[in-house]
């Protein structure tokens, strides 16, 4: 395994969680590890890079945001690095640019792979197929394997190291170009990066009463609410709320669904978390088949005393 | 304006897959199908632009020639003509080789907008959309939950993880589009009549490289059988405990 070159997206001057794992992903393959960062204000995220396993830091420098433009920077490292992977996290901007970067190199791409794996000199990627109903397990005749990684599968690596920072050539300016972005209120975490996730179904009767689970997930301080699509359809959510194949995937540490009844299009979203609580007051629902712990009975009720006691667990620490 | 929309004909999302004999492969016995969930966002957006900025909306896939039923449905609700790409061979296609087939074939129609979905409800790639703008060299905007044309150059609002950001774009450009984007109508009869006489275009697909070989298709491993720790706020304690001392996550 010679390079790989990861796409490390970055926020406050400091890589993204996702981009962390992807790092991490790469150095666990035994590869020189490049990470690649755009825009102004990269250069203190790209001297970070180090620590979780690059061994250099390209910055591209730009003055507006262009997935476009990106992409073509970033195939031309790769290209130059002649690296034999690209990876990027499967976030947002992650799921934009890596498509158009493995197109530029004449490679196909893997979305959203849960494993990566090493065969002598090939890589074998594991990554699910009709929203988690099945898992495919693929190799790759392109010379370059390019893929996405789905958020909380890949361990961040703390490698103490230290990154040489270099400047790529600048961006040019693209075709489509970032405007304006409307922040989410109060700086929430988004479901899919969240290690904690309390979603809530039509069980919960209203829309106010989200305020449960709002104050559920502050009791955790490291959660987001997300949604059955039920209740996005409803309007008591919003659609960047919701888990399930139309929605988000997630695999958080914990997964506390509330109300929720467990549609197979909901399960698709959710069933890699790696803990799943269920609280319903029907025994028969077909969420407590997945689930590792339910509770029966009215989550008006049950949800309070849950708060209650994680806030009390977390006060000592 | 001329708007293409790019659909896919997939399985149901209620579909409970098995794998067939060889590991490799979706047992096709009972898969029932469905035009891919965000691709009816992608034709209805279609219409809906050119209701707005008049033109012409051709529905363009590549699939097997019983595709003409979902190609139909987009007929029916106001789209205008229908081109079928004949490939039998579902399980043989990557996204690269998906996409350098549209593009092909788009260069080819010639288009000034062309929308697919976000996802293929089926291979969730995620793909095609934004490989098929690096291949044309047009503006691409993902995951769109609002659209606005004018003259050659429009603005698209996309949900991203952060929140929403706006991008603005010149034609031709490449849009996939997410659920908030619009609300897909029911053809109506009169549709239904109507996509009967419009034209639909089927002809052979050009062979295609997959760059891609299945090892194994697995149904992922069954999650370790749960437990109810209870009932009613009564179990809570039980539950903390259950989190903390077995699962080790509190
Ligand atoms: C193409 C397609 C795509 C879809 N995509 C998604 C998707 O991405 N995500 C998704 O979630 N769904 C999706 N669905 C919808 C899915 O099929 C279900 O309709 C939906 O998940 C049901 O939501 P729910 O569990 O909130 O509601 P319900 O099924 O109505 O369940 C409500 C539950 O709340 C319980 N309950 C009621 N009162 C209480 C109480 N006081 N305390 C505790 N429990 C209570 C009930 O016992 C019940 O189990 C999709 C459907 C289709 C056709
Ligand atoms: N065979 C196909 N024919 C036409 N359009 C397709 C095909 N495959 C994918 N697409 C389009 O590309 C989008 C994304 O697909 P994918 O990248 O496979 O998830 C789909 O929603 C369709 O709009």
Redesign the interface.
Known sequence: MSTIVVFVEHAAGAPRRGSQEALGAASALGATVVAVLCGNGADAAAAQCGKFGAARAVVLDATAWSPDSAAIGVAALVRAEKASAFLASATSSGRDVAPRVAALLDCTLFSDCTALRKDGEKLVVTRPWLAGKLDATLRSSAPVLCATLRRNMFAVKETGGTAAVSKGPALGPGKAVLEKIEARAGGKLDVAEAPVVVSGGRGLKEAPNFALLEDLASAFGNAAVGASRAVVDAGWRPHSEQVGQTGKTVSPQLYIAVGISGAIQHLAGMKTSKVIVAINKDPEAPIFKLADYGIVGDAFEIVPALAQAVRKIKAQG | MKIIACIKRV?T?????R?AADGKS?DAAGVQYMTS??DEIAVEEAIKQKEKHGGEVTVLTIGSAEASKEVREALAKGADKGVILVDNAWGGR????T?KTLAGKITELGADLVLLGRVG???????????????L???????V?GLELGDGKG??R?????????????LP?VITC???LNEPRYAGLKGIMAAKKKPLEESPCPPAT???????????PA??A????????A???A??D???NE?K??
Do not use: H
């Open positions: 399985p999302t209620d579909l409970q897959p794998v979706l969930f965000y990557d996204p690269l080789a996409a409800t089926d291979r969730d790639n995620a793909s095609v959309g934004p490989m098929l703008a690096a291949l060299g047009w503006a691409c905007v993902t995951d939950v603005t698209a996309r949900e991203a993880d952060a929140g929403t950001e706006t991008y603005a774009f010149a450009a997410q659920k908030d997959s760059q891609v070989e299945i090892e194994k298709l697995a149904l992922p999650r370790k749960g437990r109810i720790v209870g009932e009613g706020a179990a809570v304690p539950l903390i259950a989190l903390r699962a996550i509190l």
